[in-house]
């Protein structure tokens, strides 16, 4: 129990921006044409705010359903390497592991990081409960504020919100040279792709960006 | 069904999905260090392709408006190191100013 109250502790600095970023989503899925409902199950569900966000968008540009499931995939799969690296941590029958599994989202991830390679299972369960709560409540708060006024997202600009807050997360990444050049030829490809391609498979392809990892570092 | 609802249950059965492999089939075991490099550099790259199509893109049309602005502006605060609401406010007034300045151009 004390290891599930130092997760929780530990992931409170984060948890304004966590909010901050809820919120922006169920603005954003509420514009894309989802209901509060949809925005909310989904992010009980898929608890992964970049893949969401990917989903959303993608939907919300006139992609296809295929074409967004496949955004949220392309960001999902770090997660799956975040799940090989707290495997070891994770006790229990699968059912227990599966559930478990679902709370290895960033941040909690970061807090529940003892050293060495070793995951402490009960500060992942603590920060992901509290990461959980925040983000869930935050996007039924964002759902709920959104006007579905047309062009009212335009007149104030709202349209900027968004790109500006895949700014913040893609802000991080900059800071290695491999990830400023995956950062630069993706979004080089996805404007080349933009008149030529259906909506949402710009984005798709410019995940072929990330093929710049096969170098080594 | 809807197709917000059809991605909401499909996007949430394949995130689940890969958050589970691990735990659930690689017990003990590493990824290759060339495929953990391509996963890190996935999400550079598709926040860098929805940055770009969100900002320039107006259906099939690359449009440099008044986002462009806003995008700026915001690059220029968290390069100053601001917070990230700040950040989103800033880029949001760039963009609404400009459009408030210029009505009917740079929509």
Redesign the interface.
């Known amino acids: 129990m004390r290891g599930v109250r130092e997760g929780a502790r530990a992931v409170l600095p984060v948890a304004f921006a966590i909010g901050v970023a809820g919120v922006s989503f169920g603005a954003l899925a509420a514009s894309a044409g989802f209901s509060p409902a949809a925005a909310v199950f989904m992010s009980a569900t898929t608890f992964a705010g970049s893949a969401q966000f990917a989903a959303v968008s993608v939907l919300g540009a006139g992609g296809s359903v295929a074409a967004a499931v496949g955004a949220a995939a392309l960001l999902g799969a770090r997660y799956a390497a975040m799940g090989v690296a707290v495997a070891p941590a994770l006790r229990g029958p699968a059912w227990r592991r599966f559930l478990l599994a679902q709370l290895a989202v960033d941040e909690s991830w970061a807090v529940a990081y003892l050293g060495e390679g070793r995951f402490s299972e009960q500060r992942l369960i603590g920060a992901a409960l509290v990461l959980l709560a925040v983000h869930v409540a935050t996007t039924a708060l964002g759902a709920a504020l959104f006007v579905p006024a047309a062009g009212s997202l335009e007149s104030f600009g709202l349209d900027a919100a968004f790109p500006a807050l895949f700014l913040v997360l893609l802000w991080p990444h900059l800071r290695w040279r491999s990830g400023l050049a995956a950062a630069l030829l993706g979004g080089a490809v996805a404007l080349l792709l933009v008149p030529v391609a259906p909506p949402g498979i710009p984005v798709l392809a410019a995940a072929c960006a990330a093929l710049l990892g096969l170098r080594s570092p | 069904m809807?197709?917000?609802?059809?991605?909401?249950l499909?996007?949430?059965a394949?995130?689940?999905a890969?958050?589970?492999?691990?735990?659930?089939l690689?017990?003990?075991?590493?990824?290759p260090s060339?495929?953990?490099?391509?996963?890190?550099?996935?999400?550079?790259?598709?926040?860098?392709?929805?940055?770009?199509?969100?900002?320039?893109?107006h259906?099939?049309?690359?449009r440099l408006d008044?986002?462009a602005l806003?995008?700026a502006v915001?690059?220029a605060a968290?390069s100053l190191r601001a917070p990230?609401?700040a950040?989103?406010a800033?880029?949001?007034?760039?963009?609404?100013?400009l459009?408030a300045l210029f009505p009917g151009g740079g929509?």
């Open positions: 809807t197709r917000p609802w059809l991605v909401v499909l996007a949430g394949v995130t689940m890969m958050k589970a492999a691990g735990p659930l690689f017990r003990a075991r590493e990824l060339t495929a953990s490099r391509i996963v890190t550099l996935l999400v550079p790259a598709v926040f860098a392709a929805l940055i770009a199509t969100q900002t320039f893109a259906g099939r049309e690359v008044a986002r806003g995008l915001g690059a968290a990230p609401i950040v989103l800033l880029a949001v007034c760039a963009t609404a100013g459009r929509s």
